[in-house]
């Protein structure tokens, strides 16, 4: 038996979720908590995860690699076992020590789970760097990680690092993935320095790491400064993972004659990425590596992977809901796709009222429908992502009900979750049989959710991280309060059966001339799902009403051009196209319309150009940094403020 032992992560075969308990004052809910599912891991480390699994289900699969012909290719875990010994001895070998860093700055590939895994069999911390961060960036989180080791995917990062090596005394090596191309590549060659060590090197370093010691420090997205490292220990991760794939079950567990897949694209330098990666490993459930996410490469991917569920942000259900409408359009058809949607959504929005008792669910007649449209419309939704896709996790944004209920009604259940870095992933996510679409869902279990006096949402938990690091003092400065609530610093709150809704981050409230704070989130949420909108900003601090910034997203313009025949139109024709702005208006009406609020957007400016993490508009993780759009974009907020009433 592999020591330390771990217990295994099970899952009920299938269970009602435990509605929360709440606490009401003043007649609302205030704050809403789920007993845990799974008890705490209390010995052991996540270095133990591959051990267990190559010693209970040595024949399981683990992982699958996609290699350079597309085609994949699974590993056992006795394998994957096999390969974490052998590049951990080789990590020790290269004289790194327990408890130093490791840094890994790629996309999603199979390395990259390879990599962590062995480093915290070798005693390390992994320190994740997202691949599209700068120099500045960067430098930055080497140096005030300590990291004395640095893996990086091609010859675009290890430029970004050797550029900035001098500034980081601490790094003694730098690897690169693509480097060498010989069999085994760069692990390979790491690996072949620990030949001569003995496994129970790896076995000792495993020993000493315990559920409350650090496994990995991950940065913050940096919107208003610079980021700041999240500690989070293996006991955050044990219980972020364990209790998601306790309540997850039909996502987990192999209920069907198809055995349960995902393909990750999520950036593993994102909390929400790692932990769909660990979830799995820890799972069993076979984990694929897409590090493309171009639209070509990614629904090749997907078709050569076929996965039967998908942890993704609302963007790409978007992208795949507007495709599917241009291409019928584009055949004569996109009235019939309007009617299979409108369908699609009166049948989830019966599926789910069903599930809260409030309904039979759907009748003969919508089922009739239903069934006529699978052929025409649903199964090439699903063929887009794969085909075997079932169970689609969100977050990073709220999908908005529209495309939740109609995924629901295609066939593909659809999860809402919310959460930040400093709560490891997810604190809350709707729970099967019990969907409400258009909220995040209820805490995940062993989580309690509290709503703050003036609206902020406080999380309490197993997976809150130990607090952020402070590089001066070396030491870990806690974030929590003294009863271990940690505030999001986002706006929210609960209905009467304790679902939270998120309105918007705290720091990001608008407050206008007249007085009226105004939260912006789910304005711009709901004008990004447009097809031709790529990226929207509301304004109006100190100013009599909102406007709005609006990017133009490339394949939707591209089709509307085809559509509406307007020939090649530069991207200065296109913000003052007249077609185009009435388009745009009637995406803003019916964004104001969607979010019911007393304030609206009343004027937009549509950019030339979009925000970008290169122009230093967006974060690494694809964030808006308002403050820099503000100064950047001055001239043509106060331009919208002088234009008369209405005029964009």
Known sequence: MPQPNIPTATAPAGHTAVPPRLRVENGRVVRASVPPLVPPVEQGSLADVPFVNAYEAPDDIALSRRHRDGTWHDVSCARFAAEVTAVAKGLIAHGLR????LAIMSRPRYEWTLLDFAAW??????????????????????????????????????????AVRHELPALDHLWQLTAISAEGGVLGAISAAGRDLSDAVVSERRALLAPWLAATIVYTSGTTGRPKGCV??????????????????????????????????LPLAHVLGRMVAIGCVRARVRLGHAPSTRTEDLLADL????????????????????????????????????????????????????????????????????????????????????????????????????????????????????GLTETTAA????????????TVGWPVPGTEVRIARDGEVLVRGGQVFGGYWDAERREVVPATDADGW?????????????????????????????????????????????PLVSQCLVVGDDRPHLAALITLD?????????????????????????????????????ANAECAGSAVIRDFVVLPRDFTIASGHLTPSLKLRRTAILRDYAHEIDHLYRAPDGAV
Not at 98 to 101: A, F, I, S
Not at 501 to 527: H, M, N, Q, S, Y
Request: hydrophobic fraction near 40%.
């Open 554 to 590: 490339q394949d939707g313009v591209a089709h509307w051009q085809q559509v509406m025949e307007r020939g090649h139109l530069t991207a200065g024709e296109l913000t003052r196209d007249p077609e185009l702005l009435r388009h745009l208006r009637r995406a803003v009406d019916d």
């Open 98 to 101: 327990p408890g130093d860093r």
């Open 232 to 265: 989070i220990t293996h006991g955050n991760l044990f219980a972020e993972v364990d209790n998601a794939i306790a309540l997850l079950y039909p996502i987990f567990r192999k209920l069907t004659d198809e055995p349960p897949a995902t393909l990750l694209f």
């Open 303 to 418: 078709a050569g992977f076929r996965p039967t569920f998908l942890f993704a942000i609302p963007y790409l259900l978007e992208k795949v809901f507007n495709s599917g409408r241009a291409r019928a359009e584009k055949v004569g058809r996109g009235g019939a796709f309007d009617r299979a949607a409108r369908i699609a959504r009166r049948y989830g929005a019966a599926a789910e009222a069903q599930q809260h008792g409030m309904a039979q669910g759907p009748g003969m007649g919508l089922r009739a429908a239903r069934s006529l449209y699978d052929p025409l419309v649903y199964r090439r939704i699903r063929a887009a992502l794969g085909g075997r896709v079932r169970h689609v996790v969100c977050g990073g944004s709220p999908l908005g009900r529209r495309l939740g209920s109609f995924f629901e009604g295609a066939g593909i259940s659809i999860y809402e979750g919310y």
């Open 486 to 530: 940690f505030a999001t610093g986002d706006l929210g709150s609960f209905d009467d059966e304790g679902y939270l809704t998120i309105t918007g981050r705290k720091k990001d409230l608008i407050i206008t001339a007249t007085g009226e704070a105004v939260a912006p989130g789910p304005l711009e949420d709901a004008l990004r799902a447009h």
């Open 121 to 162: 069999a070798a005693g390390l911390i992994t320190v994740p760097i997202y691949p599209t961060s700068s120099p500045q960036q960067t430098s930055w989180i080497l140096r005030d990680s300590g990291a004395r080791a640095c893996v990086v995917e091609g010859g675009e990062e290890a430029r970004a690092v050797t």
């Open 427 to 438: 604190a809350t996510v709707t729970p099967p049989n019990a969907q409400r679409l258009g």
